[in-house]
């Protein structure tokens, strides 16, 4: 089966400046999260769609960051503006829409903020 | 709140030498554990999980896992390493009552020298 695609693959951008991210998921993963993995650190968990409907964003920087997945499928992750500490692989995964099921992540997208 | 602590950040050993990665975790209801691994230029990978059952995993490529629920540890091993296992490997809670949200520790980096 085809993975997670995520685009684009590196963006470089100066502070203050917006960016934003474009994942797909399996064909037929109702579940879709974004996580940040800061170069040295774990993946952390941005936020949760479930279809087309927000099931976490308590770690989300709602002041800078918004996500969207408005037909259930694809989805975009937007920072505006950026700030330096914001330079991070963000990573998109999907997973089928029951309990326990593995997440399947893409290859992410390397920011760095100049 | 929920953590994850991987004991080691980076690893480095010979072909045919035993690994075994630490993981703690810090969480008081029923868990669900994970070890992932990305391998150089890849994306992340499950190796193993752990749900129910017999607390001795195993998982891909020869690696397992034993969960020893009273030390609140997942820890990784596999007896005699190759080359191809060089990559960082993340482990991974998360809590069933908290549906698929995953938490991850801070990686291990593991070195195998030919």
């Known amino acids: 089966e085809a993975g997670v695609a995520q685009s684009p693959r590196y963006k470089i951008i100066e502070k203050r400046q917006s960016v934003a991210f474009w994942c797909n998921p399996i064909?037929?993963?109702?579940?879709l999260y974004w996580y940040q993995q800061i170069l040295g650190q774990g993946p952390k968990l941005l936020i949760q769609f479930q279809n087309n409907g927000v099931v976490d964003d308590s770690q989300l920087p709602k002041d800078r960051f918004s996500a969207e997945r408005l037909k259930g499928v694809d989805s975009t992750l937007k920072i505006q503006p950026a700030k330096l500490e914001d330079s991070a692989v963000y990573l998109c995964?999907?997973?089928?829409?029951?309990?326990?099921?593995?997440?399947?992540f893409g290859d992410g997208t390397r920011l760095s903020i100049l | 709140a929920q953590s994850v602590s991987q004991h080691n950040h980076h690893v480095i050993l010979s072909e045919a030498a035993s690994l075994e990665l630490g993981c703690n975790y810090s969480?008081?209801?029923?868990?669900?554990l994970f070890w992932y691994v990305q391998y150089p230029g890849q994306h992340l990978q499950l190796l193993l999980k752990y749900f129910s059952g017999d607390p001795l995993v195993k998982g891909i490529k020869g690696f397992e896992a034993e969960f020893i629920k009273s030390k609140f540890s997942f820890n990784l091993r596999k007896p005699s390493v190759q080359w191809s296992d060089t990559a960082e490997y993340f482990c991974?809670?998360?809590?069933?009552?908290?549906?698929?949200?995953?938490?991850f520790g801070g990686g291990t980096r593991v070195l195998v020298k030919p």
């Open positions: 995964a999907s997973s089928l829409d029951r309990a326990n099921q593995p997440q399947h």
């Open positions: 064909s037929g993963h109702a579940t």
């Open positions: 969480y008081g209801g029923t868990v669900n």
């Open positions: 991974a809670v998360n809590a069933r009552a908290a549906g698929n949200k995953l938490t």
